[in-house]
């Protein structure tokens, strides 16, 4: 049984975003495959998803409901979860097989080489796979002495980057990043719709729009002058594949 993770709190990603998630898994996978979320509110979550609570994490009030939250993923043990998972988050959309995401360099932490900060050896957290109880100290550390890490390190995906010295990024074709590599270049990009290439698996849509938003060609912006650059067309299989 190959296990798939997420997490939902709070109110900005609604059920539908787990419910979109797991039935893009039973599209993307041949072999037995299931969904665990851990959340803070069942509502609406499809029952074929296995939910668990958030375990407990030693964050200021101010960081709890930042990523930082996701570093309860290495904790152990971990609900029912052994061996090699993989984490997904739910702002990305599946477009191809996952099973060889959990084919490649088993045993390891594998994730996304971080697409602004290409050759720094920096990983991208919004899809990584890692084998459970394996990087513990991760979250013991924070835990246990939240300073020491967060005086450090302005963002968790660069506190794990550092921290695991055997991380070993996808193939760069598997996950993309909709915003920084599918967009056509300004001012192409008030014209052309953005392609979804043949090998990739993984579009991951950080920031905004989100994925419903640039399905339908919406960029909200909050600056008036940002309308002059920020634009994306419809976007027709972002909805066949989300």
Request: aromatic share 14%; glycine share 4%.
């Amino acid at each position: 049984m190959q296990t798939i993770i997420c997490m939902k709190w709070g109110t900005r990603y609604g059920s539908e975003y787990v419910n979109r998630l797991w039935a893009a898994i039973q599209r993307q996978t041949n072999r037995p495959t299931r969904l665990v979320c851990f959340t803070d509110d069942t509502t609406g979550i499809d029952k074929a998803v296995q939910c668990e609570d958030i375990p407990d994490i030693n964050l200021p009030p101010d960081l709890i409901n930042l990523p930082w939250r996701k570093l309860v993923m290495w904790k152990y043990p971990l609900a029912d979860l052994e061996g090699d998972v993989l984490f997904l988050d739910l702002d990305l959309v599946v477009t191809n097989n996952l099973d060889a995401m959990f084919d490649y360099e088993p045993g390891r932490f594998c994730v996304i080489e971080n697409w602004t900060q290409m050759g720094q050896k920096i990983g991208n957290t919004s899809a990584f796979r890692f084998p459970v109880g394996k990087y513990t100290h991760i979250f013991n550390r924070l835990q246990e002495d939240p300073a020491s890490v967060l005086d450090k390190y302005r963002i968790e995906q660069l506190y794990i980057s550092r921290e695991i010295e055997d991380m070993v990024f996808w193939p760069a074709d598997w996950c993309v990043s909709f915003k920084h590599n599918l967009m056509p270049p300004w001012p192409l990009n008030f014209f052309k719709a953005p392609k979804l290439p043949s090998d990739t698996r993984i579009v991951a849509f950080t920031g905004k729009p989100d994925q419903d938003e640039a399905a339908r060609g919406e960029w909200p912006v909050t600056k008036w002058y940002k309308k002059t650059y920020k634009h994306v067309r419809p976007t027709a299989w972002i909805e066949e594949h989300w």
